[in-house]
């Protein structure tokens, strides 16, 4: 069992996230973690001011020497794989080879338009771009003929130190998407705002996906919001309102983990038992204090 931590990013003193990123290196979590919103949006994250995590993880790789460091998830559809590709080799080229890449496809409401792209064969797109990347980064020159993106004989150096190239974690909620997932990537990585009990289906699904693709290695993890305190009813009312601010979509405390210890380690376990082999642990407040409470209460009944 792997834990890694989330990188706060509604922080915007780059001397509080260098000590954060220290303290967790220093308490030897395995990774720091982020997330992608370019603009804000009714169905996710609401109005609030959100590094972007290129940037949060450049600055991350400068502030460690340890830990991996990973997204989860970039929207990619959004994106051009070219210049996408291009930050991914630097970033693990300035990290000494410590960067995990999350991909999602982010459904059909994200706002196209701004980015120049479309909904439309949307799945297309999203397999057409990250098979464009891989090219990128493990063949000398590249000829690409897609629906969406043509390059002739065009190199891109330097390569990833990651060999053929960093891991690629797939976010999926749906049964077709995990599939693709087990088909096209490294890893699963079940998204936060989602139940253990649906991460036990996808789990699942992934299973026999990789029996039947013949993919042992494939990897398994979740991102668990998480609110350590000894009064039950005060954990559940601070993440429940942290919450509904990031998400502006009702009530979804039932997808956190929150309460004394024993409660928490409780619920952590139920998502080990469901097949997680990395959990990626996300205080919503008091950061500091979770992350210290988390290594100190909570990870060594875990094992």
Known sequence: M????????????????????????????????????????????????VISPLELLAYAAACTERIRLGCAV???PL?????????ITSLDQLSGGRIDVGVGIGGQNQPFAAFDSSP????????????????????????FDGRF???????MEPKPVQRPHPPIWFGANHPKAVRRAVKLGDGFIGAGSSTTAR?????KIAREAKDELDRPDFKIAKRVYVALDDNVDRARTRIGEVLDSFYNRGDITS???YGPAHDVVRGLREVADAGAET?????????????????AEVIPQLG
């Open 2 to 49: 792997r834990f890694a931590i989330a990188i706060p990013q509604f922080a915007t003193d780059p001397r509080e996230v260098r000590r954060f990123l220290g303290l967790v290196e220093n308490l030897g979590f395995d990774g720091a973690w982020t997330q992608e919103q370019i603009i804000g949006s009714k169905s996710a994250i609401g109005s609030k001011p």
């Open 74 to 76: 970039f929207v990619t």
């Open 79 to 87: 994106r051009n794989p070219v210049h996408l590709a291009k930050s």
């Open 120 to 143: 439309e064969h949307l799945v297309t797109r999203f397999t057409e771009g990250l098979d464009l990347m891989k090219r990128l980064w493990t063949e000398p020159a590249v000829t």
């Open 149 to 155: 993106w043509q390059l002739v004989d065009a190199p």
């Open 199 to 203: 991460f036990v289906d996808l789990v």
């Open 255 to 257: 997808v956190a983990v």
């Open 279 to 295: 959990i990626v642990l996300n205080p919503m407040f008091d950061e500091y204090e979770q992350v210290e409470q988390l290594k």
